[in-house]
């Protein structure tokens, strides 16, 4: 099993742009989610998915914000438009079930300049 | 709100020695589940152990173990035998069991390990 992979690796963008992350879960997990992580607010759940469909958006911080999940092999979490406090390293994980830990992907860190 | 609190920022540990990290919670909840996660450098988070509300009995993984108490909301990480290789931010977790399975974290402790 690959794990959970996420791309790219690393991201820079210039502030007002676009910004698409990607995350490829764990075959046969049913719970996906989506994490920011800073030295100021720690790690921060944005999102949740259960059987593709989101369940908690709570912590998505604003509207430049969307996650989707179009089927169960693939998600996405996208900034339109970035601003250069959306910088941070952004985690997918997926989990088979509850109660059982997730598992991570290796992160994306986004830089926006 | 449902809070996880790791108060030691930092901890160093001389090679070889044995090392508790301290992590407290607050839930009203019954049933729920506690992790600790490992963040090495690479910065991949990697899971340590687990342990669930319903059992009395203490997790272990090999060198990891946890001081479960219940009533006082506590879960603590004891490392034995530490290895320059166990230097990394650890991070106590819970998920409780009816609320989705969402982890909400601690802070982080970060371990240093002395050769």
């Known amino acids: 099993d690959a794990g959970v992979i996420q791309s790219p690796r690393h991201e820079v963008t210039e502030m007002g742009q676009e910004v698409t992350l990607r995350c490829k879960p764990i075959s046969g997990h049913d719970y996906l989610f989506w994490y920011r992580q800073t030295m100021m607010r720690g790690l921060e759940l944005l999102i949740y998915f259960n059987n593709n469909v989101p369940i908690d958006d709570s912590g998505m911080p604003e509207d430049r914000f969307s996650a989707k999940m179009p089927n169960a092999s693939f998600s996405t979490l996208k900034i339109q438009p970035s601003e250069p406090r959306d910088s941070a390293v952004y985690f997918c994980?997926?989990?088979?079930?509850?109660?059982?830990?997730?598992?991570f992907g290796s992160g994306t860190r986004l830089t926006v300049v | 709100a449902q809070t996880v609190t790791q108060s030691q920022p930092e901890m160093s540990v001389q090679e070889a020695e044995t090392v508790t990290l301290s992590c407290t919670y607050d839930t009203s909840e019954s049933d729920y589940y506690l992790f600790w996660y490992k963040q090495p450098p690479s910065r991949q988070m990697i899971l340590v152990i687990r342990q669930e509300a319903y059992k009395q009995q203490n997790a272990t993984e090999n060198r990891f173990s946890v001081n479960f108490q219940k009533a006082a909301k506590s879960f603590s990480l004891k490392i034995s035998d530490s290895q320059l290789g166990d230097a990394a931010m650890y991070f106590c977790?819970?998920?409780?069991?009816?609320?989705?399975?969402?982890?909400?974290f601690g802070g982080g402790t970060r371990l240093m390990v002395k050769p």
């Open positions: 994980a997926s989990s088979l079930e509850q109660g059982h830990g997730y598992t």
């Open positions: 977790a819970y998920a409780v069991l009816d609320a989705g399975n969402m982890l909400t």
